[in-house]
């Protein structure tokens, strides 16, 4: 059986590419996004590069981090893309 072959972005190539190190899993993940969210709103240092490699490596918690910040973003009253950014500049 043949399967249509589908090339890969740029992105995406980089994104299987990436250390895996230091691993986290997503309930690990879920337990931190919370204050990781916070960090990326409040502009301050965000630290937390576990974290960030799991968020860019699985899509499942790299939008409920997406959601967050846009949600504390509102809750404060500030626009989310400058958040949304330093989000996704990892």
Do not use: Y
Not at 21 to 46: K, N, T
Not at 56 to 64: F, H, K, L, V, Y
């Amino acid at each position: 059986m043949n399967f249509p072959q589908r090339k890969l972005s740029p992105d995406q190539a980089h994104r299987l590419t990436l250390e895996a190190e230091p691993w986290l899993s997503c309930d690990d993940c879920f337990d931190q996004i919370d204050l990781f969210a916070e960090r990326v709103v409040s502009g301050g240092f965000i630290g937390m590069p576990a974290l960030r490699a799991h968020l860019i490596g699985c899509s499942a918690c790299g939008e409920e981090a997406r959601s967050l910040v846009q949600l504390l973003a509102a809750d404060d009253g500030v626009d989310p893309a400058p958040s949304l950014r330093r989000l996704s500049d990892g």
